[in-house]
């Protein structure tokens, strides 16, 4: 089992940055593919960022050069630096894990509680 926490979530300014962590404890996350997801209110919830078991990183377009994946692997975190944030980045951030990929997709099945980040206008 794997537990993921969430944390650096807040409100900010246009153009403000945040950087989210997420901390895993268990089982080793080592192999695992890692994510970040946001689900803003009333909408479904989108990936955003990833990075494979090989630390390949990958971004959504909406974020790509804006939002930056790092490591952490001696406290087992995971981060998320988000720089010119906007209003429409405004959701609840959450973190994956995922041990499978299945037909190259991820099957996240563990995951956080989420962090809010709201971005005022």
């Known amino acids: 089992q794997v537990q993921l926490v969430e944390s650096g979530g807040g409100v900010v300014q246009t153009g403000g940055s945040l950087r989210l962590s997420c901390a895993a404890s268990g089982d080793s996350t080592t192999n695992y593919h890692m994510a970040w997801f946001r689900q803003p209110s009333g909408k479904e919830r989108e990936w955003v960022a990833g990075m494979d078991d090989r630390d390949r990183k990958k971004y959504a377009d909406v974020v790509k050069g804006r939002f930056s994946l790092s490591k952490d692997n001696a406290k087992r975190i995971l981060y998320l630096q988000m720089d010119s944030l906007k209003p429409e980045d405004t959701a609840i951030y959450y973190c994956?894990?995922?041990?499978?990929?299945?037909?190259?997709?991820?099957?996240?099945?563990?995951w956080g509680q989420g962090t809010q980040v709201t971005v005022s206008s």
């Open positions: 994956a894990a995922a041990a499978w990929v299945v037909d190259g997709t991820p099957k996240y099945d563990y």
